[in-house]
């Protein structure tokens, strides 16, 4: 009797581990298949993006690694479209660009200038390389660039433009520039501009000039070598024009641009991270330095990029990134 027991006993014992078994087995099966799925649908995606990264042009056999590494690093961490993944990144766009691009700025001797905020820019192949510069945004100071041309004193043309010539025309003039006063923006149009007056900067409805106009009458539609670029806003938009149309703007070897609120500034703000991304695929300006300006709940990122595409700019400033071969 008490045998019995026992053996009815184990017997249910039994059954019970072996269903316990078979749900485990059931549940690495399926954990199994799941991984497989997740591989597989990973290495579709990894596939999909090098073809198009190769229809780009992007994945240059004479660049050196560095710089593969780098634009690899970028497309990489700006991959996330408009998404909750890409908001992030704005916020540690700083470490991220150091971390994808630190050794592509060392390799090219980038140089800091401390003005208002800090400015860059990657010296040329001789001590007295000759260059011109424009300045969008004048914004009533013009330390960096004054500190610019005093280590740098060969530019043949600097033309600096602000909506205000209170000021900033006098600032541009000292420093033997030529002053032009326009709103800048991507199109010719009646539009909104944040304007700094003398309590700040306020909102009115003005003329803008595009980007591609102020150039033409800088006359310097062929090469700008500097860029600096603070036009509150406009940039975005600018930005994406220079990258769905490149063959309308001049080759630009270097560029300061203060990238404003990306939450503030309509559906180009928000596409920002995804230009990015692009920028990276094209693979004509690299992302070389951001550096973060926070007040209150906003982040602004002001970046410093390098034409790495250009015949022109390649061969004066970054020559050094591509293999003699
Ligand atoms: C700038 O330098 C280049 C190469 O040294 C020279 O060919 C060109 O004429 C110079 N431009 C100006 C405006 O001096």
């Not at 990264?53 to 994945?59: A, I, M, S």
């Not at 926070?294 to 400033?317: G, L, P, Q, T, W």
């Amino acid at each position: 009797m008490y045998q019995q027991l026992k053996s009815k006993e184990s017997k249910s014992c039994f059954t019970k581990s072996a269903m316990t078994n078979r749900r485990i087995s059931y549940v690495l099966i399926g954990v199994f298949i799941t991984a497989i799925i997740l591989l597989m649908r990973q290495n579709s995606i990894d596939s999909f993006s090098y073809k198009s990264d190769t229809v780009e042009g992007y994945l240059s056999p004479s660049w050196i690694p560095e710089l593969t590494n780098a634009f690899t690093c970028l497309r990489k961490a700006f991959k996330d479209g408009t998404s909750f993944q890409a908001a992030y990144q704005w916020y540690y766009m700083s470490s991220t660009v150091d971390k994808c691009s630190d050794k592509v700025a060392k390799i090219l001797h980038m140089e800091t200038y401390k003005g208002d905020e800090d400015k860059f820019l990657i010296p040329g192949p001789t001590p007295n390389f000759n260059y011109t510069m424009l300045t969008l945004g004048v914004g009533h100071s013009v330390k960096a660039e004054e500190l610019i041309l005093k280590s740098h004193p060969s530019c043949t043309r600097y033309v600096g433009v602000d909506p205000d010539p209170a000021i900033n025309q006098d600032l541009v003039e000292k420093l033997g520039g030529k002053f032009l006063k326009h709103v800048v923006a991507v199109d010719d149009n009646i539009g909104g501009a944040s304007l700094l007056g003398k309590r700040g900067y306020k909102t009115v409805q003005t003329q803008h000039t595009s980007f591609v106009n102020v150039v033409k009458e800088a006359e310097l539609t062929k090469v700008i070598d500097i860029l600096i670029m603070d036009i509150e806003g406009a940039e975005f938009g600018i930005l994406a024009d220079m990258i769905e149309h490149p063959q309308k703007y001049p080759t630009i070897c270097q560029m300061n641009a203060e990238i404003h609120n990306a939450f503030e500034n309509g559906p180009e703000g928000y596409a920002i991270i995804d230009n990015l991304h692009k920028m990276a695929l094209q693979s004509r300006y690299l992302l070389l330095k951001v550096t973060q300006f926070k007040y209150s709940k906003n982040v602004f990122n002001r970046c410093f990029f390098i034409n790495v595409k250009d015949d022109y700019c390649v061969k004066k400033y970054a020559s050094k990134l591509f293999t003699s071969a």
